[in-house]
């Protein structure tokens, strides 16, 4: 399971090179999205999509808010 | 999949972007009220003399100033008008209690467009948890929108 983690939390660990990822669906992430997230919306979630990510630092995924 | 360090931002998009942190992507290219808020503002605590904060106000070439607690929270606000009181009067006996404010992602037009409807010049920008960003001038906005 996540660890659920808040905005100062995000700083910080965006500041030790963490990875953001927005699940959203592309048109909304395309809208706006926090600086450097990709996206990789969650009905395309797979091993696959996954790959592209660095398993060795921590990834912080995020949507518009708790939904 | 994997992953050892995986977290969730739960508050998500919605709280970024109300906390006037930088976004990107298409919809961030109309200018909003963080983008436009006045840092420099002076701000005041709540037991603080009339006379006091008139000074350094004045000095900083402000006429309005904002009233927050420790944690930066918006408490109140002192107008023109309510920071010639006399000296000793307390900012709390002077100040307007909760100020009408807005979020820092609201758009250019639409700050404009509230600010004609309430008749305002002005708004003070805060976070969704209330914390001062900075106050926005019509002037300001208006000249942005050319």
């Known amino acids: 399971m996540p660890t659920p983690i808040d905005r100062a939390g995000v700083q910080r660990l965006r500041e030790q090179g963490a990875q953001l990822v927005e699940v959203l669906p592309r048109p909304e992430y395309e809208q706006e999205h926090l600086p450097g997230a990709i996206n990789i919306p969650l009905k395309e979630l797979n091993r696959e999509a996954a790959a592209q990510l660095d398993r060795s630092r921590p990834v912080i995924v995020y949507c518009n808010d708790y939904q | 999949m994997g992953f050892e360090q995986v977290y969730d931002y739960e508050h998500g998009k919605r709280d970024w972007g109300s906390s006037g942190l930088p976004r990107e992507g298409t919809a961030t290219d109309e200018p909003s009220a963080g983008d436009l808020a006045r840092r420099d503002v002076p701000t005041c605590g709540l037991d603080e003399d009339l006379g006091a904060v008139r000074e350094r106000v004045r ?9 927050v607690n420790d944690r930066n929270v918006v408490l109140g606000r002192l107008g023109r008008r309510a920071i010639r009181g006399d000296d000793d009067v307390t900012v709390e006996d002077a100040m ?11 758009g250019v037009q639409a700050l404009v467009d509230r600010m004609r409807e309430n008749d305002l010049t002005s708004y003070p920008v805060t976070t969704s948890d209330g914390r001062l960003v900075g106050l926005v001038l019509l002037e300001d906005a208006e000249r942005r929108l050319g």
């Open chain 2, 59 to 67: 000095a900083a070439g402000w006429d309005t100033c904002i009233v």
């Open chain 2, 96 to 106: 307007r209690e909760g100020p009408s404010t807005v979020r820092p992602s609201i």
